[in-house]
């Protein structure tokens, strides 16, 4: 059971989520909002200040910021499946890297990127309009919207680069990017920069308790560290000093790595040591967190007992998988960690976490034969009217995921692909769940560290120390030294699904390398296109180069 402290952050957090239902026709104007008729009490500030964070909503989501971040990488696919999925070529395109301006993914993220950037803005308004009324309490709220609000600027840095700063809720001109690509990213750069330094000091300093999911210091430093580690991708100019220095601001708020990897992402992790920022998710009054439907198959309601039926989407590549395991001599457990499988004990509705030496972050994903809440094994019943009669799938209707999948489009196998297993999924659970989604935690920071003690020199003991201890709680034998491949490579491990993939890649130079049903592509595809509707409705946008 989530504590009370938690419940609380949750329902006044997350609160907003609900608000767009009203129908109460006679709204405020935002330029009425004064000081003698708005936050009068600490519990109104509460609640505004939750409009930022419920903004955060569709991050958990299918087809925004973090789809497109995970799916244009080598981690996730979702294969057309006859009928299912195509939709209009978009999830292909992103796949194999041959997206435009037109692919709507791109809109949709502009718009969940632009739309918590005008929350932000809206609520710094109105809290310099108490503040400039004489009230003390609105500068540390004024601080960590600002935070919220560089949180936001980092993302729309990361994937369309040379964006436009809108800071000013009420400037009416559009907002425009800068006419020279590497000179317009490094301006966001600068201020993003620049906001966490000024801002950084006077944040909360307590990480737990009413700052929990809250822009807080630990979150601002491990924003900064991040910031850093891809500095030289975003400006030209590698700043690994600057990411050690926020790494070890970050460490030195007292988080501990979790003794087991899953737990950090269960039903139940507001308890998690190591988790530094999160999103609150509550399957009731903060939902938006919804990766059983998008990545379980249709007959997976019947393993879980889930109020809908999963929609059979996202999946892992294959050679990501087998990142994990050795799939010959060492192939993995059959069947999810988590419930479920071939240790399914219905009494309990729960299967053992028993997959002996093999490394522990394989909770990672759902694979092998599944079986039904009662014991019985799932079928897809389907199977013998919608698979490619050409091509079937050699696992037939017992429902099966394995590693293999097909073809990317027209007639991918509807159980090709290990599913998506990172975080916990609730027995009898509804679309929405209720884990926290973690944004940063200490696995990563500790990793960030280690590269870029690593990138200053190759035989640093630190670095090897930092990214051994991430292996010790894996479960799996140290590195004797770190490369450039196998530091690569655990990264991938550890931070699955944590939208940082892309970034690695880039960084580490194999972005436009070729993997499963994609080619070797172009340098201009290392930025996602600014949206052709965004660019359609502002003459003040220039598109990102190549597009």
Known sequence: MKNILKKFSVFALGMLFVVPACTDLEEELFSEVTADNFFQTEEEFIAALGQAYSSLAPIGGHANVWS???????????????????????????????????????????????????????????????????????????????????????????????????????????????????????????????????????????????????????AAYALKSKLYLNAEVFTGTARWSDVIAAADATMGFGFALDNSYKDIFAIENSGSTENIFVIPYDKVFAGGFIWAPMTLHYASQGTFKFTFQPWNGYAVVEEFYNSYVDPVTNPGPQGPVWTGLANFDPANDQVKNDIGTLDSRLSNFLVGPQFNADGTPTEDPAFETEENAADPDPDGTRLNFTPQNNTVHPNGWRQGGVRIGKYQYEIGGTPDASNDFVIFRLADIMLTKAEALWRMNPGDGMALDLVNQIRARAGVDPFASLTADNLFDERGREMFAEMTRRQDQIRFGKWGEAWWEKNVSSEKFLIFPIPQVQLDASSALKQNPGF
């Open 68 to 218: 497109v971040s995970e799916l244009a990488s080598d981690e996730m696919v979702v294969t057309t499946k006859g009928g299912d999925w195509y939709d209009g070529g978009v999830l292909i395109d992103i796949h194999r890297h041959e997206y435009t301006p037109d692919n709507g993914f791109f809109n949709n993220a502009w718009g969940v990127l632009y739309g918590g950037i005008g929350t932000t803005n809206r609520l710094i308004f109105q809290f310099e309009e108490l503040e400039a009324a004489g009230n003390e309490d609105a500068a540390a709220f004024i601080a960590e919207l600002r935070a919220v609000r560089a949180l936001w600027y980092y993302w729309a840095l990361d994937a369309f680069g040379n964006v436009p700063l809108s800071i000013d809720f009420t400037d009416t001109e559009p907002p425009a990017n800068n006419s020279d690509f590497d000179t317009g990213r490094r301006e966001v750069f600068n201020f993003i920069e620049s906001e966490l330094n000024e801002i950084i000091p006077l944040l909360n300093a307590s990480t737990g308790g009413g700052a929990y999911g809250r822009m807080n210091q630990a």
